[in-house]
């Protein structure tokens, strides 16, 4: 079956689980006569845009907001590590959209086309169905955009067997059956010379594999090799020490600065270029191909936003208060806006209660006062029942919750990324009542 009939499958089978919320007014862009406008506007309908819609929806009420999100699904996209080995499937990670965005607010499904801050509009669709909904305040949330396309050869590559990627719905699937497959080569990881959503979860893979070739009594025959574009092996040296005994007691090797250009799926191959030497490409064979993907800022920033996106194309937003630095009725949230931290939904969770608190006092005339610290956190699993638990702000420095060394790894912290994160995602942040482990850091304090 291909990926998309695959994928269909899983919508249908969430929809049974999952009864859509009756009360969401959902109109596509064709169906909505005439502008509308709202009080608020969220593009995007992921982990930022749906937490902070439900904030809103509890004090300036549901019918004053507007949604825009063209998928039907929304995915719990941090669980895609596990499905990639085998500990969860894409449908766990999955739910309707209906059921995730709050009851009776407006859901205009369909995708952002423009932003105009100058008229306070967003554009929505394309051609004879576009639309104009217009908005006193706007939250862009629409997250980064995955690049396959930037490495030659791929997106048709994944066609192949070996060939995955935890990053994408559409291929996630093919990890486990990747790992199942594999008998004896190379099994190449790779990390893009591009900013990326949860910088641990390339290397979290390559962990997995390790210990699902061991279970399976193939190691001996397999070469793990992690080619990374960075010059570290995490950006938080508190961890990345942690993480190279991993790598050496396991036997991985790893090579920094190594970018891939490009996959030849005909003779099973992985082109590299070296950083550090231009022009310098080094060809390496695989059985078995797990590709991060290059990624960046939507074109509907980048390109279609006059005065949103800042030099790199993120939403431009001052770093403490979340709100746009040249219009005060904007603010972003998530991987789409250019906050120098580690773009995670733990991060989100860390930004959602500041951006409500300081949005509410400019609906109400005052000036934003909470300030985000750049909290953000990467559980990085290294196995079947073994996590580090990452948490750190804007300078790099450990933001621990628990009263216990962290960077070690750990069967607890394990078992709160598999059982305890889902359970918080899908019913406190999702609903508006989860802004990050912060008060729980100050509870264990005394602990420490
Ligand atoms: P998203 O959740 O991606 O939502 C963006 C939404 O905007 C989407 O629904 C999209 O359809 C919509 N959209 C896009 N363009 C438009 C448009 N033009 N108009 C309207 N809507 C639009 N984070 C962690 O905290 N811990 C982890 O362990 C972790 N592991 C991860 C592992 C993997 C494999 C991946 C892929 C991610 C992981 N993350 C993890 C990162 C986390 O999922 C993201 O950082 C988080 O989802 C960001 O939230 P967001 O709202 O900014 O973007
Ligand atoms: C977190 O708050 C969060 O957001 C929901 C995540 O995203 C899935 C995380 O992965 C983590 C680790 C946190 C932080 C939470 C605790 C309890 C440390």
Known sequence: MSCQKLLLCEVHSLSRRFPSVQNIRKFSSKRCNGNRRFKLVVIGGGAGGCSIAAKFAKTIGPKSIAVIEPSDVHYYQPMWTLVGGGMKSLAD????????????????????????????????????????????????????????????????AFNSPGVCSNYSSLYVNKTLQALKDFNKGNAVFTFPNTPVKCAGAPQKILYIADQFLRKNGKRDNAKLIYNTSLGVLFGVKHYADSLWNVVKSRDISVNLRRNLVEVNARNKTAIFEDLDNAGKLETVSYEMLHVTPPMGAYDLIKKNSEDIPDAAGFVDVNKGTLQHVRHPNVFAIGDCANLPTAKTAAAVAGENGILFRNLTNVMNGKEPELIYDGYTSCPLVTGYDKCILAEFDYNGQPL?????????????????????????????????????PAPFRKLFAPFK
Do not use: C
């Open 400 to 436: 621990e919750t628990f009263p216990i060394d962290q960077s070690k790894e750990r069967r607890s912290m394990f078992l709160m990324k598999k059982d305890v994160m889902p359970e918080i995602y899908w019913n406190l942040m999702l609903k508006g009542n989860w802004n990050g």
């Open 93 to 156: 990670s999955g739910r309707p959209m209906s059921s995730v965005l709050p009851s009776s607010i407006e859901w205009v499904k369909d995708q952002a086309t423009e932003i105009k801050p100058s008229k306070h509009t967003v554009v929505v669709g394309t051609g004879s169905s576009k639309q104009e909904i217009q908005y006193d305040y706007l939250v862009i949330a629409v997250g980064i955009q995955l690049q396959y396309e930037k490495i030659k050869g791929l997106p048709q």
